[in-house]
């Protein structure tokens, strides 16, 4: 098992910056895939990005390209989600996503999620 602990979301003005963390605890979190998700009321969940194990690889939603940035810290067990550039449609709630596939990730699906984390983008 891999529980999965979303922090880092909140209320901020369009412009503004976030960084979402995730800390994993559980098995070998380092052997992972790590991703993040995101869901607007009403709306379907979406892929935000996913980084290898490696942190070799990185891959990013063409709605985030540019203004996102994720990362991971493997002696911590933590991956980051820095957004830059807010935008109101960026609201959602974020998920952490955790597969030994970053091909997995992209296609929505995972082994492991945390809870989410809200984030608010005001105009």
């Known amino acids: 098992q891999v529980q999965l602990v979303e922090s880092g979301g909140g209320l901020v003005q369009a412009g503004d910056s976030l960084r979402l963390s995730c800390a994993a605890s559980?098995?070998?979190?380092?052997?992972?895939?790590m991703g993040w998700f995101r869901q607007a009321p009403g709306k379907e969940r979406e892929f935000v990005a996913a980084?290898?194990?490696?942190?070799?690889?990185?891959y990013y939603a063409d709605s985030v390209k540019g203004r996102f940035t994720i990362s991971r810290d493997n002696a911590k067990s933590t991956v980051y989600l820095q957004m830059n550039s807010l935008k109101p449609e960026d609201t959602a709630v974020y998920y952490c996503?955790?597969?030994?596939?970053?091909?997995?990730?992209?296609?929505?699906?995972?082994?492991?999620r945390g809870q989410g984390t809200q984030v608010t983008v005001s105009s």
């Open positions: 559980g098995r070998t979190f380092s052997r992972y895939a």
């Open positions: 996503a955790a597969d030994l596939s970053t091909q997995t990730l992209r296609s929505l699906s995972c082994e492991y």
């Open positions: 980084i290898s194990w490696t942190s070799i690889l990185t």
